[in-house]
Antibody, heavy 115, light 112 residues
Framework: QVQLQQSGTELVKPASSVKISCKAS????????ISWIKQTTGQGLEYIGY????????NYNEKFKGKATLTVDKSSSTAFMQLSSLTPDDSAVYYC????????WGQGTLVTVSS | DVVMTQTPVSLSVSLGGQTSISCRSS???????????LYWYLQKPGQSPQLLIY???NRFSGVPDRFSGSGSGTDFTLKISRVEPEDLGVYYC?????????FGGGTKLELK
C-alpha cells in the first residue's frame, strides 16, 4: 500500500534551518510528484510547492520562495524539504503528499521554532 | 491567489442525517484543459487530511457513496448522507486550477 513516512518532531531555534524527510513506499516513486503543505491553526492549509521526483524540477508558491527548498533522493525514494531562517511564524505541521491531487499524505511533521 | 470560501464554518448533524458544505471560489475553476480541479478532503481528529472527492464529483478509492460532490465554475457542494461517527472532522475544499493552489478554510462537522 502507498505510504509516505515523514521524519519526527523538530524543536529548533529562530534563525536556524531544519530539513524534513518524506520516504515513499508502495508505488513507483518517480511516477508522481511530491507536494508539501503547511498547516497552522491560524492560516489553515497552505500549499508550499512540489518537486518532480524524476527530474528534480521544482515549483514553489511565491510565498515560500526563499523559505523552503525541495530536493529528492531517488535512490532512497525520499523527498526532503529544508526550511531556512526560521521564525516563530514557521511553527506548524508540515505534510508531504503524493502528486498534485494529494491522494496520499504523510503523517505530518511538527516543527516548533522557539528559543 | 484564488480565495476559497467555505460555508458554514461549523455544522452540527445527527447520526444518520444528511448535510452539505458549500465552497465558493473567487475565480472560475475551469482549467484551460477543460477540467475543473476542485477537490474535497476530510481531516479526522489527530490525522492527516484524506482525499474524498477529486475533480468536483469523483469519489476516491474506498470512499463510500454517502459522499457526493457537485458544482461548476465557482460554486461547489459536498453532500454527506446517512452521517456516521467516522465522518466527523474538518472538511476542506481545494483548487488545483490556478497557481498557487489554495485551500478553503475548513468546515467542522460535529454531532448534534
Amino acid at each position: 500500500q502507498v505510504q509516505l513516512q515523514q521524519s519526527g518532531t523538530e524543536l529548533v531555534k529562530p534563525a536556524s534551518s531544519v530539513k524534513i524527510s518524506c520516504k515513499a513506499s508502495g508505488y513507483t516513486f518517480t511516477s508522481y510528484y511530491i507536494s508539501w503543505i503547511k498547516q497552522t491553526t491560524g492560516q489553515g492549509l497552505e500549499y508550499i510547492g512540489y518537486i518532480n521526483t524524476g527530474s528534480g524540477g521544482t515549483n514553489y508558491n511565491e510565498k515560500f520562495k526563499g523559505k523552503a527548498t525541495l530536493t529528492v533522493d531517488k535512490s532512497s525514494s525520499t523527498a526532503f524539504m529544508q526550511l531556512s531562517s526560521l521564525t516563530p511564524d514557521d511553527s506548524a505541521v508540515y505534510y508531504c503528499a503524493r502528486g498534485r491531487t494529494f491522494a496520499y499524505w504523510g503523517q505530518g511533521t511538527l516543527v516548533t521554532v522557539s528559543s | 491567489d484564488v480565495v476559497m470560501t467555505q460555508t458554514p464554518v461549523s455544522l452540527s448533524v445527527s447520526l444518520g442525517g444528511q448535510t452539505s458544505i458549500s465552497c465558493r471560489s473567487s475565480q472560475s475553476l475551469v482549467h484551460s484543459d477543460g477540467n475543473t480541479y476542485l477537490y474535497w478532503y476530510l481531516q479526522k481528529p489527530g490525522q492527516s487530511p484524506q482525499l474524498l472527492i477529486y475533480k468536483v464529483s469523483n469519489r476516491f478509492s474506498g470512499v463510500p457513496d454517502r459522499f457526493s460532490g457537485s458544482g461548476s465554475g465557482t460554486d461547489f457542494t459536498l453532500k454527506i448522507s446517512r452521517v456516521e461517527p467516522e465522518d466527523l472532522g474538518v472538511y476542506y475544499c481545494y483548487q488545483g486550477t490556478h497557481y498557487p493552489w489554495t485551500f478553503g478554510g475548513g468546515t467542522k462537522l460535529e454531532l448534534k
